[in-house]
């Protein structure tokens, strides 16, 4: 699993999702912009990480995130998430370079389409 560099900031996080709110892009692949890392926080139940090598390949990884753990999702990285359990919670932490146009902007983690 990826790791943060340490030159950059939490800049952007999500509500908490469940069952009822999590966006179904979530659900679907997707990834974030150039230099911007996704950090997934389960808060209850469980859910599990798929990561692909790219958009129309087969799954490269699968990570179950349990409450209390993170995972971290790459720039440009397509994944996409499943909720395990009825009482899955959990948030997402966007991270980028501190000073970046990112963060100085407060821009979009996704890419514009």
Do not use: C
């Amino acid at each position: 699993m990826a790791t943060i560099p340490t030159d950059f900031v939490n800049y952007k996080s999500t509500p908490l999702f469940d069952k009822d709110t999590v966006p179904k892009m979530f659900l679907h692949l997707h990834n974030t912009k150039a230099g911007v890392y996704g950090q997934i926080h389960v808060l209850s139940g469980t859910l599990k990480f798929y990561g692909f090598k790219d958009r129309r390949a087969e799954v490269e990884q699968e990570i179950v995130i349990e409450v209390g753990q993170t995972a971290i999702s790459p720039p440009q990285y397509w994944h996409k998430v499943e909720l395990l359990t009825a009482d899955t919670q959990f948030r997402v932490d966007f991270w980028a370079q501190a000073g970046s146009d990112i963060v100085v902007e407060n821009q979009s983690e996704r890419d514009a389409t």
